[in-house]
């Protein structure tokens, strides 16, 4: 169990716009610490997606943008497409553990 | 162009050792944290383990602190991973990351090795 919770699966038309939460406690988003967002194509290694609540690497499309909100944050992807498919997490740093980062347990975005 | 390629996985019987390594290019490689993050079969991402610019400081996820440990050769652009005690548990996709974008709060891994797979088994 992750301590950043995210929905297993979310879905969406080709067009539509999809949200993807990272729910988290008063130790890690609550707390201020910044959360990351990465996508996983099928068989590839993760991508970053978003950093810093709403940054986005260059080449990455503004149909992907990242909000924060107390203890939560949350990926919205606009105009969707069928190349979106793939799992999503979000990432950021917990002060109650002992490590450095800790990751959502993913998000899988069907495209339907 | 930054490339990470991580080797040194395998098949391994439980209690086994491994060393895991990434060759680092087309970055200052001693200037960056790096880290180490493993993906389960069919599971999610568990960040591992991940380490300073000199090398100074280690930061390990609970699961795996006494058993692995994270090195680094700033001279030859590369990153390790000695894992020890090896369980079943382990299995998994071992990827080398950059922790490249950092806030104030945080940092982000902006680039990622295709992966070394470790399999544990008897």
């Known amino acids: 169990q992750s301590v950043l919770t995210q929905p297993p699966s979310v879905s969406g038309a080709p067009g539509q716009r999809v949200t993807i939460s990272c729910t988290g406690s008063?130790?890690?988003?609550?707390?201020?610490?910044?959360v990351h967002w990465y996508q996983q194509l099928p068989r590839k290694a993760p991508k970053l997606l978003i950093y810093?609540?709403?940054n986005r690497p260059s080449g990455v499309p503004d149909r992907f943008s990242g909000s924060r909100s107390g203890t939560s944050a949350s990926l919205a992807i606009t105009g969707l497409q069928a190349d979106d498919e793939a799992d999503y997490y979000c990432?950021?740093?917990?002060?109650?553990?002992?490590?450095?980062?800790?990751f959502g347990g993913g998000t899988k975005l069907t495209v339907l | 162009e930054v490339q990470l390629v991580e080797s040194g996985g395998g098949l391994v019987q439980p209690g086994g050792s491994l060393r895991l390594s990434c060759a680092a290019s087309?970055?200052?490689?001693?200037?960056?944290?790096m880290s180490w993050v493993r993906q389960a079969p069919g599971k999610g991402l568990e960040w591992v383990a991940n380490?300073?610019?000199?090398?100074?400081?280690?930061y390990y996820v609970g699961s795996v602190k006494g058993r692995f440990t994270i090195s680094r050769d700033n001279a030859k652009n590369s990153l390790f991973l000695q894992v020890n005690s090896l369980r079943v548990e382990d299995t998994a996709i071992y990827y080398c990351?950059?922790?490249?974008?950092?806030?104030?709060?945080?940092?982000?891994?902006?680039?990622w090795g295709q992966g070394t797979l470790v399999t544990v088994s008897s």
């Open positions: 990351a950059r922790d490249g974008a950092c806030t104030t709060t945080t940092c982000a891994l902006d680039y």
């Open positions: 087309g970055f200052s490689f001693g200037t960056y944290w």
């Open positions: 380490i300073k610019e000199d090398g100074s400081d280690k």
């Open positions: 008063s130790s890690n988003i609550g707390a201020g610490y910044d």
């Open positions: 810093g609540i709403s």
């Open positions: 990432q950021s740093y917990d002060s109650s553990l002992s490590g450095s980062w800790v």
